[in-house]
């Protein structure tokens, strides 16, 4: 297969590359991303040179380059989007630009194109906050962050260009992910990097919420399984199966790191934080895949990663970052009028 990999110098992306290189030697993967903040090219160093490997630097929103390359490709596997929930809350703009519109120009040129698959790779926040079980992918949409209404929207279209145009999408949804690579504003990346330089690590409110973390290697092999085996019009759930608060992770890195408790410090809490995500994951565990990385392992394997990792990430905690960082995190005594 010839494969269109839009975003795939982030952080699932750059996975799914690194083992489709690896596990399908006679596959050509094209990368296309526009390097935001959270994409890097040193993501893709441990394949840079492969003969099979390619990197053009554009914008998905950008029709005539995104048309010439889904001409040459059998499957685009859509991983680009603004990803990260606060920055959403603070400037959805962006979000709607790339993760709506963008999907749009994608599916338009892979329909010109006429064949191959389209895989978008969407998120368990499109089902919204979920009180108790677990969302099945039948489950109705219903997002809640100006983030997720994105994906949601993006998905929208997806299973629009299915019904008008009967184009073999397939539709992954997964759960929290976590491992190398990862920019350094979702919580467990934020929360080692700030624990290695004994800074406080900021839990929203009273840090119960609950997400299902699930390690970057099993998202990505869930995808390519979803891929190669699923079934075009179909949407596969992709979680791990685990419950873990704000709170414990913050205890797991802290002892990973042998950090004191009184890193922990509780900040305002997101506005309309979802408590809990949870996915019921039966439908692509019949095609043959399971996650293999526990998250107690999985997460002192990153813990470690980062531990050695410093050239990678400390450039990346720089200038726009602490801009971004001081205006999201207030201080929770500054929110309740004390003294900061
Ligand atoms: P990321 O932010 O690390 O990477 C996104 C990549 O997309 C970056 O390389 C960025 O440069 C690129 N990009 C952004 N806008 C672009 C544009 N307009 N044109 C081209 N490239 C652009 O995100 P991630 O965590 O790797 O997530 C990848 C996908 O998986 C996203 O679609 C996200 O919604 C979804 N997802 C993420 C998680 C998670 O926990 N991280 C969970 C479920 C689903
Ligand atoms: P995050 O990693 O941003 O992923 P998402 O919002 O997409 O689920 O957040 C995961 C959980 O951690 C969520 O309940 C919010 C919480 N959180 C904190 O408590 N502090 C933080 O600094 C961040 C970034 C998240």
């Known amino acids: 297969m010839r494969l269109l990999v839009p975003g795939g110098a982030g952080f699932i992306g750059s996975e799914f590359v690194r083992q489709t290189v690896a596990n399908h030697p006679v596959d050509t993967v094209v990368v296309l991303d526009k390097l935001t903040y ?43 989007a603004e990803s990260h929930v606060d920055r959403s809350l603070e400037a959805p703009g962006q979000f709607i630009q790339t993760d709506v519109y963008g999907t749009y120009v994608l599916l338009e040129a892979a329909r010109r194109a006429g064949h191959g698959r389209f895989l ?36 929208l279209m997806v299973w629009a260009y299915r019904a008008s145009y009967d184009m073999p999408v397939v539709v992954t949804r997964g759960s929290n992910t976590y491992g190398p690579y990862q920019y350094p504003e ?15 690590l900021p839990i929203y409110g009273d840090g119960s919420a609950v997400r299902d973390y699930l390690h970057v290697s099993d998202h990505a092999r869930g995808i390519d399984t979803a891929l190669r085996f699923g079934t075009p019009g179909e949407d596969y759930n992709i979680g791990h199966g685990g419950e873990t608060s704000g709170i414990e992770v913050a205890d797991r890195v802290l002892a990973a790191l042998s950090k004191p408790a009184s890193l922990k410090e509780h900040v305002s809490d997101r506005l ?7 996915l019921d994951t039966l439908k692509l565990r019949a095609l043959g895949w399971q996650p293999q990385v526990g998250f107690g392992g999985g997460l002192e394997d990153t813990v470690s990663w980062y531990r050695d990792n410093e050239p990678w990430w400390r450039p990346l905690k720089s200038g726009e970052f602490w801009d971004f960082y001081r205006r999201n995190y207030k201080p929770l005594r500054a929110a309740t009028g004390q003294v900061s």
Do not use: W
């Open 38 to 80: 959270a994409g890097n090219l040193h993501n893709l160093d441990p394949v840079a040179g492969h003969p099979n490997l390619s990197f053009v630097h554009g914008d998905i929103c950008d029709a005539e380059l995104v048309s010439h390359l889904a001409a040459g490709a059998d499957a685009v596997v859509n991983f680009a």
């Open 120 to 155: 978008q790779v969407s998120t368990d926040e499109v089902y919204g906050d979920v009180a108790e079980g677990a969302s099945a992918e039948t489950d109705p949409l219903r997002p809640r962050s100006p983030y997720s209404a994105s994906k949601a929207g993006a998905e």
């Open 186 to 200: 979702k919580i467990i990346p934020l929360f080692i990097t700030n624990a290695i330089d004994d800074l406080p």
């Open 272 to 278: 309309g934080h979802d408590h809990r995500y949870a």
